[in-house]
T-cell receptor, first 112, second 112 residues
């Protein structure tokens, strides 16, 4: 599992509330990623990080922000959750020359 | 950006038969093509990958082939077993790049 944990594993929240998801890794990888998984869309990249305080947008970044203040932690924040952000969120680390993606167990988020 | 298409979306095979899943990509600059297996309630797991300087790669019962000219790559599973039942995702990226583009997934069922 590449030493990745995600918290919480499940969350139900109301529209308009802020939500923060945490990804923690124990193997000191430089690259970390946040994806969302939805039926019919596969996995889509939200944001990624290539070092402490170094982040960039993926293909579906609107409505999300990220922070990385320590190598081991990568936080995903929904400033004001919407129903369209109901999804399963996966964190990944990138290993090796090709940044092979190794995924965490996921967080199921429901916005009501 | 890159567009990865994956077929079929569902596949049922008898135990012992072979299964083939196909993906196409649009960006000729893509040169790294991993395949992932996702079991219910878990994160995707890397099972095999191929780079554009190789036409075929095997690992026991699984193999991947790549046709750069046609921009398509395929996953082959031989002698299927019930534990092969899962959702499989293909992906494409540019080696040393930071964005992975995933197909929409194939749900494989192996019937005992």
């Amino acid at each position: 599992d590449a030493g990745i944990t995600q918290s919480p594993r499940h969350k139900v929240t109301e529209t308009g509330t802020p939500v923060t998801l945490r990804c923690h890794q124990t193997e000191n990888h430089r690259y970390m990623y946040w994806y969302r998984q939805d039926p019919g869309h596969g996995l889509r990249l939200i944001h990624y990080s290539y070092g402490v305080k170094d982040t960039d947008k993926g293909e579906v970044s609107d409505g999300y922000s990220v922070s990385r203040s320590k190598t081991e932690d990568f936080l995903l924040t929904l400033e004001s959750a919407t129903s369209s952000q109901t999804s399963v969120y996966f964190c990944a680390v990138g290993r090796g020359e090709s940044r092979e993606q190794y995924f965490g167990p996921g967080t199921r988020l429901t916005v009501t | 950006g890159e567009n990865v298409e994956q077929h079929p979306s569902t596949l049922s095979v008898q135990e012992g038969d072979s299964a083939v899943i196909k993906c196409t990509y649009s960006d000729s600059a893509s040169n790294y093509f991993p395949w992932y297996k996702q079991e219910l309630g878990k994160g995707p797991q890397l099972i095999i990958d191929i780079r554009s300087n190789v036409g075929e790669k095997k690992d026991q019962r699984i193999a991947v082939t790549l046709n750069k000219t046609a921009k398509h790559f395929s996953l082959h599973i031989t002698e299927t077993q019930p534990e092969d039942s899962a959702v499989y995702f293909c992906a494409a990226s540019i080696d040393t790049g930071n964005q992975f583009y995933f197909g929409t997934g194939t749900s494989l069922t192996v019937i005992p």
